[in-house]
């Protein structure tokens, strides 16, 4: 199992999620996810993860009329992007809450 450092903050691991609105069912996909770094290592499924344990951080729908809670379907560990997109700060909820986001290149387990 590989752990990048960067991605881990508040015992959460960024990963890429697959969404959907628990209101009007609108389903989008978002690589500003964060879910509990344990259930991460453990594998559960992201159907399987409970927003009310605290087991990802809420994405709000972005429907106009909607802004209900987000429910993840699915996840999977983040590829580096080879066209260098740069980084969205405000759709970061690390960066929102005053941490720094850079990638490290350092590792918790084993690196590929």
């Not at 990802?56 to 429907?63: A, E, F, M, N």
């Not at 809670?69 to 980084?87: F, M, Q, R, T």
Request: charge should be positive; glycine fraction near 8%; aromatic fraction near 12%.
């Amino acid at each position: 199992m590989e752990i990048i450092r960067h991605l881990v903050w508040k015992n959460k691991y960024r990963v890429f999620g697959n969404w959907k609105c628990s209101n009007c069912q609108k389903r989008w996909r978002s690589a500003y996810t964060w879910i509990s770094l344990q259930k991460f290592i453990e594998k559960i499924p992201g159907k399987r993860l409970n927003r009310f344990n605290d087991d990802y951080i809420i994405q709000k729908c972005k429907k106009e009329e909607c802004g209900g809670d987000g429910i993840i379907l699915s996840y999977e560990p983040l590829v580096k992007s080879e066209d260098n997109i740069k980084h969205r700060c405000d759709l970061c909820a690390k960066c929102q809450n005053g941490e720094i986001c850079l990638e490290s290149g350092t590792y918790y387990g084993n690196q590929k």
